[in-house]
């Protein structure tokens, strides 16, 4: 009966058989009853965790590790309890935001990040390659194996016979998934058709297992006692049945059970059934219970069959292949045979769920976001999406299992099934921190889930997939012995001088590490953007939020754009039908009189997502729309929180300012309080060295007067004249002292009136005109007819004008001076120059002038009279008159004492001002 | 044999009463009205005593003060210090820059005579009857 065409024949049968179902179911879904709305269907459909690794793999796994290949089974077991909280919520999350793959969650949890999407498409493709041609081999090595019968042969490694086989076996898998998958895109990415036709095939992998396990068990020895008490008499044997046994063995037991915790949620397959293609909610709770008891009984017979193996096979039979071995070498084909057929439904089983998983992200999250962003496609423009969608999907089915082909002869050869298969475990578990992270922790960021994943990633790359390369020759064995650049701690498999380990708990451990610590790490350190925010949001809390948040859409286009959008993923059909169901929802009787306001584009959003994943739906809208979406929750939120913090921040900005320049009045009003405590000890100071010079004199001279009454009367006249002299000096100087307290003071009297200048200025000329005439100096005055008034204390501006005209005598010289005094009209005021022809000042000394006490004189010659206050009283009476005083003067060339008085209208304001 | 006395004031009126006070003592007089003219006079007249001003205009008193005092040829010569400022502080910055006597303006003439004989010594304080 095992003949080559009978097996062929019997496989394609089987196949056929599963098109058959799947076809059938499609249509029942097609007519709106589906099939696979069914609890037992759903926990079935999850059995596909169990492949040709299980099939085969475990009892090899047994033969040599005993008990210890309970972990990869008992993982999902344990993950039960947890399935309840995890799966729930992960199906709830994923409908509510039309997920598509298990790219897409990660995606769009993390603010519809394109970028992460692809990431974590092409991790689960380089990951899941090794497990890819562990089927592929598994199916090559067994028909080589029973077209070998009678004899049992194993197939050797690197035998072209088998790589060939692997070729066409890996060509046949691709036709079969494009036929299941790939016949048209369906929303959400659902597939009825397939999911029966898996649960089917779990059905007969598990029969055609219990099958063969029942046959050793009980047909070829006597049940289980026989065959545990024979094995117990076999040392080596007997050592397989006690767990950890080997050195290091409890890690592995730990890290194993982990990792399968992890493989029945991350692998791409099982994300596939368990959440995408899920039904109801309730499902699970069937699962929860139907899926462990499928695990026990696909389990029960390992341990039997492999020592049944072990027991009656010399060394040389691969274990891996015992469940077929046995029943050949009893001759009993028809068993033979229907263990083949079940080898061939757990490989392509696997194959079919898989590739069509990864050939969808590979689609929606990697190919088409690239494409779309690619402007010279032009890609938005095209009318029909559906077959481009298509296309790439089969493109993709191809290229994923040629890859997988090309590793099995790359490194296939290097390892059991079971290590190869845990290979693809470990990768698939990078995605856990970011995934379930995204799940249950608001602060996880997309930065964060770049750098766990990347890092995880490579550490994974480097610890066990560059190994696997390294001893099949196909790369040196240099770095995995000397490390990576030649440093020993730097050792692929024993990193950081971790020994001890196996190597896929060493890698696991050092990924894990990177991964969590990196996520963890950066999401801390980095900030979210709002659309982060959001997402996260509506992933953590989805069990808390009453219904969706609405987006908030600040759109420019219309309906028939949005309805054309949607037509070109779903078949304008189907579009028309969603537009007139949401129409009639929101109570309006067609599509005609929708509005494209923001409820249709979250609509429409919502509706692509199911088609061509979040990411890419928002793209779609979003170039139609031309906007970005917000939630609209989020947004007050944010805006909330940030007002509120700016406006924290406008206080504080305010206070430091407030400070600052209280401490820099404070500082400046210190610096002013001592200058003036400065000018007045200056000023004290002088003012009484200038009092007490003359009273020094008019003493000393009234003394010697006293004392020499016989003193040369000539000589006593002139002292006497000296005393009266001094006397009057030293009241000038008491005088203006006073004057100048009082001004500055502010205590003065002003008598505000309108004056004439001119009157002023002519009555001061002829005032002084004595004074002029005995020193023989001119004076004359040019005044216009009319001046117009100005407002001031005459008898202040008086004063200025006689100490200008006394300081122009004193200062010009006897016999030739010349004094003149003009008077002109300007802009801001009436100007009055008072211009002698004497000595001039120097520039250094101008500015010095109107100090107090200072006087410029010629030292050589006797000090002027005066008291140096003249002009510095002169200059504030004029300022406090709103005007202003200055001196232009060459040495040599005579001076111009000038001043300016506003004119009367404004005066009044000017003195308001400055008293 | 006269004590030379040099007045170095800038104020025209004091000069003249410290002038005549001096003469009437019998002492030679010299008159010297800004720094300058004191140093020179230091030089020529090589007097006995200095009656200082402090504000003279070119050189203070305190300048005129230390190159006396760092003139080895004026050892005897005497310094009278005289201010119109007032205050210890005064009195002490004077003494410290090596004057052997500070007198405040206004002064009594008795006291400045005084202090005049005193400073120069009974050798020379009588004056001009030998």
């Not at chain 1, 793999?57 to 990869?72: C, E, K, T, W």
């Not at chain 1, 519809?112 to 562990?134: E, F, H, Q």
């Not at chain 1, 059991?416 to 608001?442: D, E, M, R, T």
Request: glycine content about 8%; hydrophobic content about 50%.
């Amino acid at each position: 009966m095992l003949r080559s065409w009978v097996v062929v024949f019997a496989s394609f049968g089987y196949i056929g058989l599963l098109f058959a179902i799947a076809w059938f179911a499609d249509r029942r879904a097609r007519e709106g009853r589906s099939i696979i709305a069914n609890p037992v269907i759903y926990s079935l459909s999850l059995a596909v965790y169990a492949t040709a690794w299980t099939f085969y793999g475990s009892v090899g796994r047994a033969a040599h590790d005993g008990v210890g290949f309970l972990p990869i089974y008992v993982g999902p077991t344990l993950m039960i309890l947890l399935w309840w909280f995890v799966l729930r919520k992960m199906i709830r999350v994923s409908k509510l935001a039309r997920i598509t793959s298990l790219a897409d969650f990660v995606a769009s949890r993390y603010g519809k990040s394109a970028l992460l999407g692809g990431l974590v498409t092409v991790i689960a493709v380089i990951g899941i390659l090794p497990y890819i041609s562990l089927q592929l081999k598994a199916v090559s090595s067994s028909f080589q194996i029973v077209l070998g019968y009678p004899e049992l042969e194993m197939p050797r490694s690197g035998n072209p016979i088998l790589q060939v086989t692997a070729f066409y076996v890996a060509l046949l898998m691709a036709l079969f998934t494009i036929a299941f998958g790939t016949r048209h895109v369906d929303v959400g990415e659902r597939h009825e058709g397939m999911v029966a036709a898996i649960a089917f095939e779990s059905i007969v992998k598990l029969v055609a297992f219990l099958a063969v396990g029942l046959y050793v068990t009980f047909g070829i020895f006597g049940g289980f006692g026989d065959v545990f008490g024979k094995a117990a008499q076999r040392p080596e044997l007997a050592r397989l049945m006690a767990p950890f046994s080997a050195e290091g063995s409890l890690a592995s037991w730990a890290w194993m059970t982990v990792l399968s915790m992890l493989a029945i949620v991350f692998l791409p397959r099982q994300f596939q059934v368990a959440v995408i293609e899920n039904v109801e909610e309730r499902h699970l709770k069937t699962a929860v219970w139907l899926f462990p008891l499928y695990m026990l009984a696909i389990n029960v017979f390992v341990l039997p069959i492999a020592f049944g193996g072990m027991l009656l096979f010399p060394a040389g039979v691969d274990p891996d292949s015992f469940v077929l071995t046995l029943p050949m070498s009893q001759h009993h084909e028809a068993l033979t045979l229907l263990v083949f057929v079940g080898g061939i439904s757990a490989a392509t089983g696997m194959v079919i769920v898989e590739t069509i998983a990864l050939s969808t992200m590979v689609c929606n999250d990697l190919v088409m976001p690239i494409l779309l962003r690619w402007k010279r496609l032009n890609l938005a423009a095209r009318s029909d999406f559906t077959a481009l969608l298509l296309d790439i999907r089969r493109g993709a089915i191809v290229v994923i299992l040629l890859l997988g082909y090309f590793y099995f002869t790359v490194a296939g050869e290097a390892y059991a099934l079971v290590s190869i298969g845990l290979i693809s475990f470990a990768a698939v578990a990078q995605f856990a921190p970011a995934v379930l992270g995204g799940l249950y922790w608001k602060g996880g960021s997309k930065a964060g889930a770049l750098a766990g994943l990347s890092v995880g990633f490579a550490v994974w790359f480097f610890t066990l997939l560059l190994p696997a390369f390294a001893k099949s020759g196909w790369f040196g064995m240099d770095v995995v012995d000397n490390g990576l650049l030649g440093l020993e701690l730097l050792r692929p498999t024993q990193l950081f001088g971790l020994r001890g380990l196996d190597q896929i708990t060493h890698a696991m451990i050092w990924s894990m590490l990177a991964n969590i610590g990196a996520y963890v790490l950066v999401s801390l350190v980095g900030r979210q953007s709002a659309a982060e925010h959001s997402q996260a949001t509506l992933f953590v809390d989805v069990f808390t939020q009453t219904g969706e948040a609405p987006r908030v859409w600040r759109a420019t286009t219309s309906v028939s754009a949005l309805q054309a959008l949607l037509g070109r993923f779903l078949g304008p059909a189907r579009a028309a039908e969603q537009f007139t169901a949401y129409a009639r929802v929101r109570g309006l009787k067609s599509a005609q009189e929708l509005e494209a306001d923001a409820g249709l584009l979250n609509f429409a959003e919502r509706q692509l997502a199911g088609t061509i994943g979040a990411a890419s739906a928002r793209t779609m809208v979003a170039t139609v729309a031309q906007e970005e979406p917000l939630g609209m929750e989020e947004v007050m939120t944010i805006i909330d929180e940030a007002s509120h913090v700016i406006a924290y921040s406008h206080e504080l900005e305010q206070k430091k300012q407030e400070l600052e320049e209280a401490t820099a009045n404070l500082r400046a009003a210190n610096e002013r309080l001592k200058e003036l405590d400065r000018l007045k000890d200056d000023f004290i100071s002088t003012v009484t060295h200038e009092l007490r010079t003359p009273l020094t004199s008019i003493r000393a001279f009234s003394e010697i007067l006293h004392d020499s009454p016989d003193i040369d009367p000539a000589e006593r006249h002139r002292f006497l004249g000296l005393i009266i002299k001094e006397s009057e000096r030293l009241t000038r100087l008491i005088n203006q002292v006073l004057d100048l307290a009082k001004l500055e003071s502010g205590m003065a009297e002003w008598r505000t009136s309108e004056l004439d200048l001119c009157e002023i200025v002519g009555d001061a000329v002829s005032a002084t005109s004595q004074i002029f005439k005995s020193r023989g100096v001119s004076v004359e005055a040019r005044l216009p007819d009319r001046v117009p008034p100005v407002a001031g204390d005459r008898d202040r501006v008086m004063q200025v004008m006689l100490n200008l005209l006394s300081n122009a005598v004193k200062f010009s010289p006897s016999g030739t001076g010349r004094v003149e005094v003009r008077l002109a009209v300007e802009t801001d005021g009436v100007r009055v120059d008072v211009e002698d022809n004497g000595v001039g000042v120097s520039k250094e000394h101008q500015g010095v002038v109107f100090e107090k006490f200072r006087q410029v004189g010629d030292t050589l010659t006797q000090k002027p009279a005066g008291t140096g206050l003249g002009l510095a009283i002169c200059r504030q009476i004029v300022e406090r008159l709103g005007g202003r005083l200055w001196l232009q003067s060459e040495p040599g060339k005579g001076s111009v004492f000038s001043f300016i008085l506003p004119l009367a209208v404004r005066q009044e304001q000017a003195v308001a001002a400055t008293a | 044999m006269s004590a030379r006395i040099l007045i170095a004031e800038d104020e025209g009126s004091i000069v003249t009463s410290l002038d005549f006070l001096m003469k009437r003592c019998g002492f030679e007089t010299r008159v010297a009205r800004d720094g300058e003219m004191a140093l020179a006079a230091l030089r020529e007249f090589r007097p006995d005593l200095v009656i200082l001003d402090i504000m003279l205009p070119l050189r203070s008193g305190f300048e005129i003060c230390a190159a006396i005092r760092g003139d080895g040829a004026l050892r005897a010569t005497r310094v009278l210090m005289l201010t119109a400022r007032g205050g210890s502080g005064e009195e002490a910055k004077g003494m410290a820059a090596g004057a052997d006597g500070y007198m405040t303006k206004p002064f009594s003439t008795h006291e400045l005579v005084e202090r005049v004989r005193e400073l120069l010594g009974p050798a020379m304080a009588s004056g001009a009857s030998a």
